[in-house]
C-alpha cells in the first residue's frame, strides 16, 4: 500500500514570493491533516478536512495560507506571499475518521520550505 | 482544547538499558494515545498505540502504559539499541469527537554504544 505522498520534497524561495505543497493520501482516508513542524518542536496543526470539507483551520494564518482539497482526496496548501519566518516543514497527514475507532495517522515525507 | 505535556525533553541511555517517556493530558475525553518516532529528516513514525479500554500493550521492546484517571500515559523501549536514537513524540486523540491530534514536545532520545 503506497502511503501518503507529497511534493515537492524541498523547496527555496525567495521571501514575498508564492509557494504551493501538494498531498496525496492513503487511499481510502478520508481525513487530512496539515501541519507545520519547526526544528526540535512537534507537529502543529494548520488545517484538518473531513472529505471536502474544512473542520479545523483555527490554526491556519488566513491572511497568507489557503488550503483546498476539491475532490476530497489529494490537497493543496498554499503560502502568499512567503515570509522568512514561514521556513519550515510542512507534513501531511491522513486518517480513516469513523467515529468508531481505528483512527492510526499516518504521516508524509514532508516539504521542507526555506524562505531567503 | 486538549494540552499534552512531554518529559523529558532529552534522554541519553546506555546501549542496553531502558528507556521511559512520559505524557500528560488534560481532556478526559481523549481516547487515542499513540507514539511516533522521527528520525532526523525523515517523517513521523508510528510504533505503538493504545486506546482508553486497555492499560497497557506491548510490542516486542516497545510497551506504553496508560493511566486515565491520573491522564498520563508513558513509552518503554527496553533492551535500546543505537537505532532507536531518535526523537519520540506522544499524541492524544479523540476518535468519538472528531479526529484532531494534540501532539506533545517531543523527546530527543540517545542511545549511547
Known amino acids: 500500500e503506497a502511503g501518503v505522498v507529497q511534493s515537492p520534497r524541498y523547496k527555496i524561495i525567495e521571501k514575498k514570493q508564492p509557494v504551493a505543497f501538494w498531498c496525496n493520501p492513503i487511499s481510502g482516508h478520508n481525513t487530512l491533516y496539515w501541519y507545520l513542524q519547526n526544528l526540535g518542536q512537534g507537529p502543529e496543526l494548520l488545517i484538518r478536512?473531513?472529505?471536502?470539507?474544512?473542520?479545523?483551520d483555527s490554526q491556519l494564518p488566513k491572511d497568507r495560507f489557503s488550503a483546498e482539497r476539491l475532490k476530497g482526496v489529494d490537497s493543496t496548501l498554499k503560502i502568499q506571499p512567503a515570509e522568512l519566518g514561514d521556513s519550515a516543514v510542512y507534513l501531511c497527514?491522513?486518517?480513516?475518521?469513523?467515529?468508531?475507532?481505528?483512527?492510526?495517522?499516518?504521516f508524509g515525507p514532508g516539504t521542507r520550505l526555506t524562505v531567503l | 482544547g486538549e494540552n499534552v505535556e512531554q518529559h523529558p525533553s532529552t534522554l541519553s541511555v546506555q546501549e542496553g538499558d531502558s528507556a521511559v517517556i512520559k505524557c500528560t493530558y488534560s481532556?478526559?475525553?481523549?481516547?487515542?494515545f499513540p507514539w511516533y518516532k522521527q528520525e532526523l529528516g525523515k517523517r513521523p513514525q508510528l510504533i505503538i498505540d493504545?486506546?482508553?479500554?486497555?492499560g497497557e500493550k506491548k510490542d516486542q521492546r516497545i510497551a506504553v502504559t496508560l493511566n486515565k484517571t491520573a491522564k498520563h500515559f508513558s513509552l518503554h523501549i527496553t533492551e535500546t539499541q543505537p537505532e532507536d536514537s531518535a526523537v519520540y513524540f506522544c499524541a492524544a486523540s479523540n476518535e468519538v469527537g472528531g479526529n484532531q491530534f494534540y501532539f506533545g514536545t517531543g523527546t530527543s532520545l540517545t542511545v549511547i554504544p
Open positions: 493504545i486506546r482508553s479500554n486497555v
Open positions: 497527514a491522513s486518517s480513516f475518521t469513523s467515529g468508531r475507532g481505528g483512527n492510526e495517522q499516518f
Open positions: 478536512y473531513e472529505n471536502e470539507e474544512a473542520v479545523d
Open positions: 481532556d478526559s475525553a481523549s481516547n487515542y
